[in-house]
């Protein structure tokens, strides 16, 4: 069954991913790239190439979906599989992301739509002012058919940040909903990971032990400061390529502060926007 990692774009799934990578699918807890590979981003062009399914047309792929996710539960019928997802749970074309029959749980993971605005525009290349609108609107990402990064060729459908963080709430009313704020994995990154890894557990009805010694090399090697000193020294395959220029992405992390670097403007339009959801959450 499916345990999606779901998170409007730029929000903390890298950093989720590379926790769970490194406790999960490694011996020691050291975190590695290669790691990140035991966690695939879905819908991935790859997922539906394999069902023969024609990918140039986003609609044969998103009436598929579940197909998809059938097909990879079948192979793993005694597993776990983690999947990284910005989707939308709206049906699109009256095709539905996913399903309770395919889905373990989900580990929704929000951030302070403000400082969303500075990483998002730093990822894409764009102003501040077009990041914030984005986050406004209901976006759907990819397309790009050159992309060095597979699951950028095929479509996401995104949506907004609030139609976002709502619709995935679904899952609220059968107990598979975990939500983690960026801002409390900074603050309290192991405490924030014991919640995740418990989730985990409580949904696969399993017992788990803390391997403490592995838990402190997942923590102290997955620090932003490490990915950050890892990226500079090995290629991370998951950084854009803009005008055959690779664009940094751990560049910001904790120091990302929309205070020092949202225009008045932008950061009030955000909050009248996003008014109802930012409260719920304390960020207002």
Same mark, same amino acid.
Do not use: C
């Given at each position: 069954? =499916?345990?999606?990692?779901?998170?409007?774009?730029?929000?903390?799934?890298?950093?989720?991913?590379?926790?769970?990578?490194?406790?999960?699918?490694?011996?020691?807890?050291?975190?590695?790239?290669?790691? /990140?590979?035991?966690?695939?981003?879905?819908?991935?062009?790859?997922?539906?190439?394999?069902?023969?399914?024609?990918?140039?047309?986003?609609?044969?792929?998103?009436?598929?979906?579940?197909?998809?996710?059938?097909?990879?539960?079948?192979? @793993?019928?005694?597993?776990?599989?983690?999947?990284?997802?910005?989707?939308? /749970?709206?049906? =699109?074309?009256?095709?539905?992301?996913?399903?309770?029959?395919?889905?373990?749980?989900?580990?929704?993971?929000?951030?302070?739509?403000?400082?969303?605005? /500075?990483?998002?525009?730093?990822?894409?290349?764009?102003?501040?002012?077009?990041? &914030?609108?984005?986050?406004?609107?209901?976006?759907?990402?990819?397309?790009?058919?050159?992309?060095?990064?597979? &699951?950028?060729?095929?479509?996401?459908?995104?949506?907004?940040?609030?139609?976002?963080?709502?619709?995935?709430?679904?899952?609220?009313?059968?107990?598979?909903?975990?939500?983690? +704020?960026?801002?409390? /994995?900074? &603050?309290?990154?192991?405490?924030?990971?014991?919640?995740?890894?418990?989730?985990?557990?409580?949904?696969?009805?399993?017992?788990?032990?803390?391997?403490?010694?592995?838990? @402190?090399?997942?923590?102290?090697?997955?620090? *932003?400061?490490?990915?950050?000193?890892?990226?500079?020294?090995?290629?991370?395959?998951? &950084?854009?390529?803009?005008?055959?220029?690779?664009?940094? *992405?751990?560049?910001?992390?904790?120091?990302?502060?929309?205070?020092?670097?949202?225009?008045?403007?932008?950061?009030?339009?955000?909050?009248?926007?996003? +008014?109802?959801?930012?409260?719920?959450?304390?960020?207002?």
């Amino acid at each position: 069954m =499916i345990i999606w990692l779901s998170s409007y774009p730029k929000s903390g799934n890298t950093m989720v991913r590379s926790l769970l990578s490194a406790y999960l699918f490694t011996d020691d807890g050291n975190f590695n790239f290669q790691a /990140l590979k035991n966690i695939s981003l879905f819908p991935d062009i790859t997922f539906f190439e394999k069902l023969g399914v024609d990918v140039s047309k986003d609609d044969e792929v998103l009436k598929n979906y579940i197909r998809a996710q059938e097909e990879i539960n079948r192979k @793993n019928k005694k597993a776990i599989t983690f999947l990284k997802t910005h989707s939308t /749970l709206h049906e =699109i074309n009256n095709h539905k992301f996913t399903n309770y029959q395919n889905t373990s749980g989900v580990i929704y993971i929000v951030r302070d739509p403000r400082n969303v605005v /500075l990483s998002y525009a730093n990822h894409n290349q764009i102003t501040l002012e077009q990041a &914030a609108n984005s986050l406004k609107s209901f976006r759907v990402l990819g397309g790009v058919k050159n992309s060095n990064i597979a &699951a950028d060729r095929g479509f996401t459908h995104v949506g907004s940040w609030s139609s976002h963080y709502n619709v995935w709430k679904e899952f609220k009313k059968t107990n598979r909903y975990l939500l983690i +704020k960026y801002e409390d /994995l900074i &603050a309290d990154t192991k405490g924030t990971f014991l919640k995740i890894l418990n989730f985990i557990y409580i949904l696969g009805n399993a017992k788990h032990v803390v391997n403490q010694d592995k838990l @402190n090399n997942v923590i102290k090697t997955t620090s *932003f400061e490490a990915l950050q000193k890892l990226e500079k020294t090995t290629f991370f395959d998951e &950084a854009k390529k803009i005008d055959n220029k690779y664009v940094t *992405f751990f560049k910001y992390g904790p120091k990302n502060n929309w205070k020092q670097t949202l225009h008045p403007k932008i950061s009030q339009n955000l909050e009248l926007e996003f +008014k109802t959801e930012m409260k719920e959450l304390g960020y207002l």
